[in-house]
């Protein structure tokens, strides 16, 4: 009823500031979560400060600013600090901001009469006027960020007529909302709270309060297509992509989350909530890092451009690439995606030895090329997988925690070379000479394996000496993450003759390359040009030599190291009180924790782990699972990603872990 008397009295309301919207020209900003207005590097929010509210009015010829009724916007002073959990964030904005200069007179649209006045924090005077129009209930409008001088002669019960002022804008406090503003409210009812009404509100009880605080454009009445427009709503998207994507695509999570911003090891969904990021190892140097989209958005204005020309980029970037790596390892092949360097690499094998047969390790993922998901058992052994085609030779996986050398240490990696060898042998046997031996230094998809001690020595060794070459998967691992080394292949003291990367090396830009050796590479230069439309273009440089340059300068690796160790440490003393943790297992930043029904059968336990990481992402933290059995929960940060979310990480999972529903899961329960 409220609405209505707002809708049919409309034409009468005297204007809330001058000169008054709709008639003045106004810009409404998208200060939402998502913003991309001011979106500059490393600002986890838009800046509406005093300087750039003025500016932008400047600059696109308007008066007043607004900031939008119901957005969510990332709280001011939010970020990494205020992310650590605790009491859900207010968001929800629920308020109409007229961004006017300080000392704008602010006056009631329609007759009321002063119900309070409060002047809270500093400079922020906030008074709710009450109106009882004949045909309505009585209801309130709110008027926050007026100047406390302003308010003061205003005494509760004073009737204030249409037109007659309530007070000033008052001066910008950048500390809380930035630019001098009006933040007006239509209130329903004040649940006794006045002055004190809440203009925020947590996303959980979003519809709650919009319910007590409607539109205050039904007062101000700015046309709706001056509005920026919005984002699709979650429902909305998931109905286009089921209609319009691939129906082979997956979503994360039972109740998908829609991501709109990312900040060092933080990601934002669209209601401003924040989640540690432990999952995801391409933003490696962290999401939206400053320095690295500054290089990419300074080449992408100056040149992108293919690789036939002469361009200082490339030749800095293969140095610097190639100093990072052990010697002959010296010539550098750039594409777009990890798929792209293992196809690659899969031709250089197959030039350099006159071969076609590639040994893989079990369960291994290595793309999603046909020529990869031929080599990749993850896939072709897994749903709707064809099987193993005939030039693939599938090692086992070499995991110390299951499978028959378990405990056996470095006797395990022996063995395990041993049977690479035999693999090997038999593929000869077969009349199929194998070209190339392909592993991750580290597998990933197979359940995030360290390999033991000896494995990746003793398999180069075999492989070699049947006239094999040897290529290392580095599109996880590489980069730092595992702490002790740049490197995954060198905890394990091998230098391959091929190494493929990817994922962290552009921090999200599509980026990879494939390094090998000066012998390799003469033998895949057989007449036939190998070029790549975006492979190596400026752009994709500048951003690679940014990476490295934020991993070195940062001293990222040694951070990896540092914090992966605590970690480790945290997890295992979970370990210790949860059963269902049968094994943590990781170097560096790149963790497995094995979730198991029982410790002495070792049966996987994929439930719990399916569990785990659904209360964990409602308790903040983003992990997944892997492994054969989808029983390992995959922790892979970011590399932003400090002791301190290590130790949020831990703490938030051993509460998980002690709930019920986890016993349940292996078994425990009645
Ligand atoms: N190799 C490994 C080890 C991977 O994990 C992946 C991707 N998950 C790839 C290759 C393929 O990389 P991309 O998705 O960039 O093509």
Redesign the pocket.
């Known amino acids: 009823r409220v609405e209505a008397w707002l809708r049919s009295h409309a034409s009468t309301f005297a204007p809330v500031v001058r000169p008054a919207p709709p008639d003045g020209a106004v810009h409404v900003f998208d200060l939402s979560v998502g913003s991309t207005e001011w979106a500059e590097p490393g600002l986890l929010r838009p800046d509406a400060s005093a300087e750039r509210v003025r500016d932008r009015l400047e600059a696109v010829g308007a008066s007043t600013g607004v900031g939008r009724y119901a957005e969510a916007r990332v709280p001011r002073g939010d970020g990494p600090d205020r992310a650590g959990g605790g009491a859900e964030p207010s968001t929800v904005h629920l308020g109409l901001d007229l961004f006017r200069p300080a000392g704008t007179p602010v006056c009631v649209p329609f007759d009321g009469a002063v119900h309070s006045v409060g002047t809270a924090a500093g400079a922020d005077a906030t008074v709710v006027v009450a109106h009882a129009p004949p045909g309505a209930p009585t209801f309130y409008t709110l008027y926050r960020g007026l100047s406390p001088d302003s308010v003061a002669g205003l005494a509760a019960g004073q009737a204030l007529h249409r037109g007659e002022p309530v007070g000033q804008v008052g001066p910008a406090d950048e500390a809380r909302w930035g630019a001098p503003r009006l933040h007006l409210q239509v209130v329903t009812d004040l649940l006794g709270m006045g002055a004190d009404f809440p203009g925020v509100a947590p996303p959980s009880a979003r519809a709650v309060w919009t319910g007590l605080s409607l539109d205050p454009n039904l007062v101000v009445r700015i046309d709706g297509g001056q509005f920026p427009t919005s984002p699709l709503a979650a429902d909305e998207i998931r109905a286009t992509r089921a209609e319009r994507l691939g129906p082979s695509l997956s979503l994360s999570y039972r109740r998908p989350l829609t991501i709109v911003r990312g900040h060092l090891q933080h990601l934002y969904d669209a209601e401003g909530r924040a989640y540690l990021d432990a999952v995801n190892n391409v933003p490696h140097v962290g999401h939206g890092h400053p320095e690295v989209v500054a290089a990419g958005q300074r080449q992408m204005a100056a040149l992108n451009t293919n690789t036939r020309y002469l361009h200082d980029l490339i030749a800095r970037y293969a140095r610097r690439l190639t100093a990072r790596l052990p010697d002959p390892l010296r010539v550098c092949f750039f594409v777009n995606?990890?798929?792209?360097?293992?196809d690659l690499a899969l031709r250089l094998a197959r030039a350099h030895t006159g071969r076609r047969d590639v040994v893989v390790l079990d369960h291994?993922?290595?793309?999603?090329?046909s020529s990869?998901i031929e080599i990749s058992p993850y896939k072709f052994d897994g749903p709707g997988g064809p099987g193993r085609p005939p030039h693939t030779h599938v090692a086992p996986m070499p995991d110390p925690y299951r499978g028959p050398y378990r405990g056996r240490g470095a006797d395990a990696g022996r063995a395990y070379a041993a049977h690479v060898g035999e693999t090997v042998e038999a593929a000869d046997r077969e009349g199929r000479p194998v070209a190339a031996f392909i592993a991750?230094s580290l597998p990933?998809?197979g359940g995030q394996v360290v390999l033991p001690d000896g494995f990746l020595e003793g398999a180069y060794a075999r492989v070699r000496a049947a006239g094999g070459v040897c290529i290392a998967?580095e599109?996880?691992v590489g980069f730092g993450r595992v702490g002790t080394h740049f490197w995954g292949f060198e905890t394990q003291g091998v230098v391959p003759d091929i190494v493929?990367m990817?994922?962290p090396m552009g921090n999200g830009h599509?980026l990879?390359a494939v390094v090998t050796t000066p012998e390799v590479a003469a033998s895949f230069d057989t007449g036939m040009e190998y070029f790549n439309t975006f492979g190596g273009n400026p752009v994709s440089c500048s951003i690679g030599l940014a990476v490295l340059d934020v991993i070195e300068r940062d001293g990222l690796q040694e951070h990896a190291d540092r914090v992966g160790a605590h970690l480790r440490a945290r997890l295992r003393e979970l370990q210790e009180r949860h059963p269902v943790v049968g094994d943590v297992r990781g170097l560096g930043l790149f963790i497995g924790a094995e979730l198991v029904r029982d410790r002495s059968s070792r049966e996987p336990a994929p439930e719990a782990a399916a569990y785990v990481v659904e209360r964990m992402k409602e308790e903040g933290v983003l992990l997944s699972t892997d492994g054969p059995a989808h029983n390992v929960l995959k922790v892979k940060p970011p590399l932003a990603f400090g002791e301190a979310d290590a130790d949020r990480l831990a703490d938030t999972l051993d509460r998980v872990l002690g709930e019920d529903v986890v016993a349940y899961a292996v078994g425990g329960g009645t």
């Open positions: 995606s990890g798929s792209e360097a293992n291994a993922y290595h793309g999603h090329l990869l991750e990933g998809v998967d599109v996880q493929t990817g994922k599509p990879a």
